[in-house]
């Protein structure tokens, strides 16, 4: 997830201070992708030493606001412009843990993923089970990030089942 570029992109919409950036990137991800604030002041350190955001004086309520700049525009429309490359993904624990069992003497790699298949199963249910309210560019935004959620989800599982039937077929032929 690029909190630098989502930043950029809420900053586009008009000045706002730290506070406001990290509820406002909450807002449109319908609070499923948290970030820490500390997170948010360091992107903004960083994004500032890059130029692509300047610091705007304090308000009086010592708030220090942030705006986008062109080169800032220009960055953001670069990643709007281009597609995200998947080859690059960060390690998966579950692909992980899957190896590890299948190697660990004593492991039941079998229980593992039917463990793990029940757990994602009750994950797709709850996910279906959220609705959005209203109407508006957030509720369009949260019900597309809930529907990545539920296609990932959905997809982990027929992962899961697909390891199941090949870790079975090993079984019986030997």
């Known amino acids: 997830m690029s909190i630098r570029h989502g930043l950029l992109a809420l900053l586009e919409r ?5 506070y ?4 406002a990137f909450e807002e449109s991800t319908g609070s499923t992708m948290p970030v820490n604030i500390g997170q948010v002041y360091t992107t903004l350190g960083r994004l500032e030493r890059d130029g692509l955001v300047r610091p705007l004086p304090e308000n009086e309520a010592g708030q ?3 705006e ?8 953001l429309a670069r990643w709007f412009a281009n597609p995200v490359s998947r080859t690059g993904r960060p390690r998966d624990e579950l692909t992980i ?3 590890l069992a299948l190697t660990t003497p ?10 793990q298949r029940v757990a994602s199963e009750r994950q797709l249910q709850e996910l279906t089970g959220r609705t959005c309210a209203g109407h508006g560019e957030a509720d369009l935004s949260w019900r597309l990030v ?3 959620m539920v296609f990932q989800t959905e997809a982990e599982i027929r992962w ?3 390891c199941e039937t090949t870790l079975a077929r090993e079984h019986a032929d030997r």
């Not at 039941?108 to 463990?115: E, F, K, S, T, Y």
Request: zero cysteines; proline letters at 5%; charged letters at 25%.
């Open 160 to 162: 899961l089942e697909h």
């Open 106 to 115: 004593g492991v039941d790699a079998g229980a593992v993923l039917r463990q």
């Open 68 to 75: 986008i700049t062109p080169a800032g525009r220009t960055e």
């Open 97 to 99: 843990k899957l190896a």
């Open 20 to 23: 406001q950036l990290r509820a």
């Open 64 to 66: 220090r606001p942030y």
């Open 14 to 18: 008009g000045t706002m201070y730290g």
């Open 146 to 148: 809930l529907d990545a």
